[in-house]
């Protein structure tokens, strides 16, 4: 992955052709101060947070006593 540094005006004339570049990550800067970073998303570890905070959320349910019996369950998946 290559790193790029870039100003906050190229940046916005040109985002469009940025997010398509998949290997590089952009440092944009407004008066030589770095003011955020631009990086490729990696779809499994989007995909892994998903499922960790579907996971959180299940768990909190749970602890406040929402479930579901396993009944329901087969029900609302048609099995």
């Given amino acids: 992955m290559t790193t790029r540094t870039i100003g906050i005006k190229e940046f916005r004339q ?3 052709k ?3 570049q998949k290997d590089v990550i952009y440092i944009v800067m407004n008066h030589l101060k770095p003011i955020f970073k631009v990086e490729p998303i ?4 989007l995909i892994l947070e998903k499922f960790t ?3 959180d959320r299940g768990l909190k ?3 406040k006593g929402k479930t ?3 009944a329901t ?7």
């Fill in 68 to 70: 579901t019996s396993s």
């Fill in 61 to 63: 349910d749970a602890k």
């Fill in 42 to 45: 990696d779809e499994d570890q």
């Fill in 14 to 16: 040109n985002i469009s």
């Fill in 53 to 55: 905070d579907q996971i």
């Fill in 73 to 79: 369950l087969r029900k609302h998946l048609n099995l």
């Fill in 18 to 20: 940025f997010a398509q």
